[in-house]
Structures are given as C-alpha cells and as structure tokens.
C-alpha cells in the first residue's frame, strides 16, 4: 500500500484495492482501522466488481466505485491481460478524478490516497481545489497546470508522447529550449542543475529580431498558404493599435458553442478584428456572422502571422497560448487575450498575465466555455490597457525631447 495526503481541516482517506479479492481484503482491514480513529473512510472497487460485493451493512466503511473499462464481465471482459491493465489504467483514472470531484462538491474532499502498488497511476491524480508548488514556479492551480497532468484521461496517446521524450534525457549531450534566460531566469537556472543545457530562443526569423542573418524574413516553410497580400492590404487601413489579431493555430480545435461566443465577443468589442479561421473549421461560425461584422472584420484561413503582430495596426492578440505564438507576440511587443486549450497553453496563460504581465486570461466557465461577455471585455481592457501604455511614453519621449533642448 502506498499513501498520498493533501492538508485539510478533516481527515477523508480513499482506498483504492486492485480489484481482485486477496487484495481488497487486507486493505478493506486497514480502512477499519482508520474509520475506529474516526477518520471518514471510503473504500472505491469497479463498478463489476460492486455487483457482486457482499457487504455488512453496519460497516463505516463507505463503498464507491470506478471504471475499468469492462463493467459487465470485468477482467473475463477483456480481450487480453494487457487490453484490461491498459483500460484499468486510462478509464479508471477519469473517472477516479471524477469521484475526488463528486467529493468536492458535497463538502466532503478527498485528504488522503492509500492505493494499491499495482496501480501506481493513483499517485499521478491532481488533487482539485488546491495549490501546486514546483521548483522556481509560481503557486499554480490545478487547472493552470498542463491539461494532460490535470486530466491524465483526456488524450492517453499525448500523454505519452510528451512523457516518453524524458525517457532518455539524461543520454543526451545537451538540451537545448526554445526560451530565453531573461524570460525564465529561475527555472532555467534550475533546469541547468539537471542537464548540461542552454537556451536558443526566441526562434524567430533575424529579421524580427537581431538582423544577424541577411534576408532571414520568414520561417520559410509554412503547411497552409497565408493570404498576405488580402492581410496586409486591409490592415494598412487601419488606425494604429486599433485591430484585435485572432489565431488559434495550425493544431487547436474549437467547440462550436465556444466559436459562436468567440464569434459575438468580437463583434461586441466593437473593434477591427482579422481572424484567422481554418478551413476545416468554417462550419463552426454562427449563421450570418461574415455578412454581419463585414465593416469592422476580416476572416482568413491562414496569415503571416509575424508580418501581422509586426503590423502597428494591432492593438492585441486573442491566442490559444501556444509557445511559438507566445514568444512571437513578447518578442515584437504585442498584448495578448489569453485562450488556453490544452497541453502546456494553461500554464502559458498562467505567465502572461500573472508573471510577464503582458495580458490577461479569459477565463471559461464550469463547461469550459469563455463567454461573450468575457472575450468582450477582455479585449477593451487590453486595449485601453495599450492605449494607455502608448500614451504614456509618447509624453515621456516629449519630455525627454524639452529637457534636451
């Protein structure tokens, strides 16, 4: 058995057997243990296996139950030992997670794991509601954590993937990060501890940054085709500071409900926008919506987003947080309206507005929705916000201009 505790006024400690018999008994024994100190005890099995329990009715064991993946027939149900390990591991943990919510929810959270070695994969479930401290970063919530930490079962195959790449590590030479030391000085000064590392970025072409490299304009390899000459041409219109920049990138995909209130938060704000909405997402926009924000509005399947950030006709940038985009925005000095989606872009979002201080999160609400009304006012505050800024150092240049008179 192996134990994992959270702080809490009142002690509740869920056990987790493997389920199998011999090993639910000895631990089913130690929660009575706990429950005689008058610790509030609940013993979680498979939803299978609690068809088939007989317990005493008088126990002050409390019983819940989780997935395997196999509720009918259990491990008989599965098509081999390693297909039902596997479900055991990836449906189990979702909805494991979602007992310690159910728990929340009622007043009655989880304070303490005690799991059986067989199911390591219990230590890795956030506990919700709580702070999360790691070397050199801030305080982060659960929900400002990586997605695929706080929800190990919404993408298995990702999961992987990004963890398999420390599998090695320690082989390799160096490790060389896309960030600079400036931006993350304390957690590069950390990772250094680990491995022999350097930081190489920001990468981006030279042109937008030292001039090192002649003609080094672009990234030079692009999967979609950018409509330049339409971008560029509509935002040459356009009054300095004025336009709201919208790209979620070449990878994310958004909920319909979450593209129509993106979609009438923007024309909302009232302001010029130039949105760029992948071809195979078109079908997401509201009814009407291209006809009805015509004036004010340009909608692209792909831009130079480097030429368009670079453009000073943009006031702010509503991005879904990828890194790439992320470093391209602090690195020409745009404002951004934070959007995360998955992966590491909560915590991205995290540092815009709490750490760098270089825009402010749309917060979504309990399905995962940013409202209108959030993506409305979040882009007029980071516009006045710009607006402000601007004013305030062209006063400043004046000054220092008199004074040098």
Request: hydrophobic share 40%.
């Amino acid at each position: 058995m192996e134990l994992a505790m959270r702080a809490c006024s009142k002690a509740h400690v869920l056990i987790i057997p493997y389920p199998i018999q011999g090993h639910i008994n000895p631990m089913l024994q130690f929660a009575k243990r706990l429950a005689s100190k008058g610790v509030k005890t609940t013993l979680a099995t498979t939803i299978y296996l609690s068809k088939s329990m007989h317990t005493d009715p008088a126990s002050s064991i409390a019983i819940e139950t989780i997935s395997d993946g196999y509720d009918e027939g259990g491990f008989l149900q599965a098509e081999s030992p390693e297909a039902y390990l596997a479900s055991l591991k990836f449906v189990g943990s979702e909805t494991m997670a979602m007992l310690i919510k159910k728990f929340d929810s009622v007043g009655q959270p989880v304070t303490g794991l005690v799991y059986d070695g067989f199911l390591p994969w219990v230590l890795d479930l956030p506990f919700s509601g709580h702070d999360v401290s790691l070397p050199e970063l801030p305080q982060l919530q659960v929900s400002e954590t990586p997605s695929l930490v706080y929800d190990m079962g919404e993408n298995p195959a990702a999961f992987d993937l990004l963890v398999n790449q420390f599998s090695n590590i320690n082989d390799a030479d160096w490790v060389l990060f896309t960030t600079f030391y400036k931006l993350e000085e304390k957690v590069v000064e950390w990772m250094a501890k680990l491995w022999k590392m350097g930081t190489i970025g920001p990468t981006l072409p030279s042109m937008y940054l030292d001039k090192r490299l002649d003609d080094d304009k672009d990234y030079g390899i692009s999967l979609f085709k950018p409509k330049t000459s339409a971008c560029m041409s509509w935002l040459n219109d356009k009054p300095s500071g004025s336009v709201v920049y919208v790209s979620f990138g070449s990878i994310a995909v958004l909920k319909q409900d979450q593209m129509g209130e993106l979609a009438w938060g923007l024309k909302g704000s009232n302001c010029y926008f130039l949105w760029v909405v992948r071809e195979s997402e078109e079908t997401k926009l509201p009814k009407n919506f291209i006809e009805e924000t015509s004036e004010k509005g340009l909608l692209v399947n792909w831009c130079p987003q480097l030429e368009v950030l670079a453009h000073e006709s943009i006031g702010c940038f509503v991005t879904h947080c990828g890194f790439n985009s992320i470093l391209e925005a602090l690195s020409l000095g745009v404002a951004m309206v934070a959007m995360p989606q998955w992966t590491d872009q909560p915590t991205n979002a995290k540092y815009v507005e709490d750490v760098w201080g270089t825009g402010m999160r749309a917060l979504s609400d309990e399905k995962g929705i940013v409202g209108r009304q959030v993506v409305e006012k979040c882009i007029k505050e980071v516009i006045r916000r710009e607006g402000e800024k601007d004013e305030r150092e062209c006063k400043e240049m004046e000054e220092i201009g008199h004074r040098g008179r």
